[in-house]
């Protein structure tokens, strides 16, 4: 099944075209709204980027629309209700919004598939076969296997069994164990941050990043480790998110606490002044 790709942004149409290809789907990419018009021939589905270097993206969904019937999940980083209705009322028939995950984009591919199943410009389209698909016939059921006969715990099994949970308790407690950098302390049972006894307000994204630079002071964390630990690992499009994360860190902390390696990612660092 051929999957054209319109996306601008060789980062993320290069793991758009791994992950179908891993599903099965033939990706095709193009990297403009001009070529998307000039590439629908023998296509299943488009996914469709809405920021664009020629054309505006809902500005191309419509035109895919006036030629064809051929699904289309629109991609974009603005995620709010007016561009996320102007894209559906333009002719896209789902919209996700940036990052997502590869298991989010399998699941509404295949769901988009099954709607556009009755369309009949694609149910007689080149390659189809345009007879319906015979009903499939149910099984028969399998005879119910007897209950297993009930076999009474050993006595002697229980004095192990609490000092095994015991073990897990504590090694729970310990991962919950408050996190200290000099006078920054972030609990993680409470999801609280203080700096200098004094809480700072974070976001949920914001207290996961810092729990990770927190976690190693001074250690290099890379970009992609940090992207994969904090998001997905299987998360699609700009690492930006990541730089607007920490920047909103260093207004609430202080420019000092968090250092940029060049290059390489982010690190916590406990300032001088701070000692003070």
């Avoid at 984009?105 to 369309?119: E, F, K, M, N, T």
Wanted: with cysteine; net charge negative.
């Amino acid at each position: 099944m051929n999957v054209l790709i319109v996306e601008d942004d060789d980062g993320v149409a290069e793991a758009l075209e791994q992950a179908l290809g891993v599903q099965g789907y033939h990706p095709r990419r193009v990297g403009t709204g001009a070529e998307a018009l000039s590439s629908l021939a023998d296509v299943s589905l488009v996914l469709l980027d809405l920021g664009l270097p020629d054309l505006d993206g809902h500005e191309v969904c419509r035109r895919i629309r006036e030629r064809s019937c051929v699904p289309v999940i629109a991609l974009s980083g603005r995620a709010d209700e007016l561009n996320r209705v102007m894209a559906l009322h333009m002719g896209a028939d789902d919209f996700i919004a940036k990052p997502f995950s590869r298991y989010e984009l399998v699941a509404r591919i295949q769901a988009v598939l099954r709607r556009a199943g009755g369309c009949l410009h694609h149910a007689t389209g080149a390659g189809a076969d345009p007879r319906p698909a015979p009903a499939p016939v149910p099984a028969a059921p399998e005879p119910a296997a007897p209950p297993a006969p009930h076999v009474p715990a050993a006595r002697e099994a229980a004095p192990e069994a609490a000092p095994e949970a015991a073990r897990e308790t504590a090694g729970r407690r310990t991962a919950q164990s408050p996190h200290l950098a000099g006078p920054l302390r972030l609990d993680p049972r409470t999801r609280k941050v203080f700096l200098h006894a004094e809480e700072i307000c974070i976001t949920r994204r914001e207290f996961d990043l810092l729990a990770l630079l927190i976690s190693e002071p001074e250690t290099v964390m890379e970009r992609q480790e940090i992207m994969a630990t904090v998001w997905d690992e299987n998360w699609f499009g700009s690492t930006r998110t990541l730089d607007v994360h920490v920047g909103s860190l260093r207004s609430k902390l202080g420019n000092e606490w968090i250092e940029t390696v060049r290059g390489v990612g982010y690190r916590l660092t406990v300032p001088a002044a701070a000692h003070a």
